[in-house]
């Protein structure tokens, strides 16, 4: 008898199969059953009157934790939101029209295509300036249960709506009002679900039935919603740890929990993740001893090709003989060689003053 070696590959891709039929029908309907009876058990008269329902959700845990955040659209063959539910829907401005023109106009277009799940229309020149405030936000948020917005505007509502749709898990869903299906497109929107996957932890919750839904379509739902997040998940070997069934006040039902085999093949891929960061450390160092080798032999190189080049002979430069200094003759030599000027007319000279001594006198009397 020959043994067959399984690969990782193998082994990676025997896991996949084996999750995307992990779920047992049995088991789930065992837990879908307990959990309505414990909701119907705690339900108060006043809940059943007003047919009061409990949304009722999965609760995945991976492996590991996701190194990028991914969001899954899950179809669900049983619509998971009653016909009670509000739902807004947020609209581009058309060019040329007011806000209640638009409004209009966008209303005509869903009653012409067969919509009738949208409850208002709020355009997006009308979301900045009616909802600017807090308080206005905050009721905006609380009048509805789901919002949708028009693909061509998604990008600008997260600054308009502010943290708390996020908090609450109301972010806006994208359709497309150009499409020719409008109609089934909205509706599998509206009833189906979606899986937000952060890169913060290893656990997230997907709305998938009410309780006031029967036992087979709660499992058909959680069903499909386990194959089409296995299948979109973007990670490799094996993904699902634990999945839980849960409402907002009941304890979590285990439907899944896997082997212990799984952790053989953790391990091998942690190794070589390990090994293949290891792999990388040494190449960067071999590289970067190579670099320094080549830098040092270019450098011996050009010591070698500096020293076998031939040096030219130095030329003195003559410099111009200096003249001989000029003996400055000094101040005291100058006022001896310097001949006395010649008085000449000493008669005119010495008889100016005495006219301005006639002058002064006559001043004086």
């Not at 003759?329 to 007319?345: I, L, T």
Request: positive net charge; charged residues 35%; glycine residues 4%.
């Amino acid at each position: 008898m020959r043994m067959r070696s399984f690969g990782t590959r193998e082994v990676d891709s025997m896991a996949e199969k084996k999750e995307a039929t992990l779920v047992d029908r049995s088991q789930v309907k065992k837990a879908v059953q307990a959990l309505q009876a414990f909701l119907k058990s705690k339900s108060s008269p006043e809940s059943l009157f007003l047919d009061e329902t409990q949304p009722i959700s999965l609760l995945f845990t991976l492996w590991k934790i996701p190194k990028e955040t991914q969001n899954i659209r899950i179809p669900l063959p049983h619509g998971q939101r009653p016909d009670t539910e509000e739902v807004c829907l947020f609209t581009r401005d058309e060019p040329k029209m007011t806000p209640e023109q638009t409004q209009r106009f966008y209303k005509k277009l869903l009653e012409e295509r067969g919509v009738k799940n949208i409850s208002e229309i709020i355009p997006y020149k009308a979301l900045k300036t009616e909802y600017k405030p807090y308080e206005a936000k905050r009721r905006l948020l609380g009048n509805f249960d789901m919002f949708l917005s028009d693909q061509r505007v998604r990008r600008l509502l997260p600054s308009h709506l502010g943290k708390h749709f996020y908090e609450r898990k109301k972010t806006p869903l994208c359709v497309n009002l150009q499409s020719k299906h409008l109609a089934r497109d909205i509706q599998r929107i509206i009833q189906g679900t979606s899986l937000t996957v952060t890169n913060k932890g290893c656990c997230c919750m997907a709305r998938v039935a009410h309780s006031g839904m029967t036992a087979d379509e709660v499992t058909e739902n959680v069903e499909a919603a386990v194959q089409t997040v296995v299948a979109k998940l973007r990670m490799k070997g094996p993904i699902m740890k634990v999945i839980h069934l849960k409402s907002q006040t009941s304890v979590a039902l285990p439907i899944y929990t896997s082997d212990l085999s799984h952790l053989s093949v953790l391990d091998s891929t942690n190794s070589k993740e390990a090994s293949g960061k290891k792999k990388g450390k040494k190449n960067k160092a071999e590289d970067e001893k190579q670099e320094e080798t080549k830098t040092e032999l270019k450098k011996k190189k050009n010591k070698e090709g500096e020293e076998e080049e031939d040096i030219p002979q130095l030329v003195p430069i003559e410099t111009p003989s200096k003249k001989p200094k000029v003996e400055k003759p000094s101040r005291k030599k100058q006022m001896q060689k310097a001949p006395r000027p010649v008085m000449k007319n000493v008669s005119k000279v010495q008889s100016k003053p005495a006219k301005k001594t006639g002058k002064m006198e006559q001043k004086t009397l």
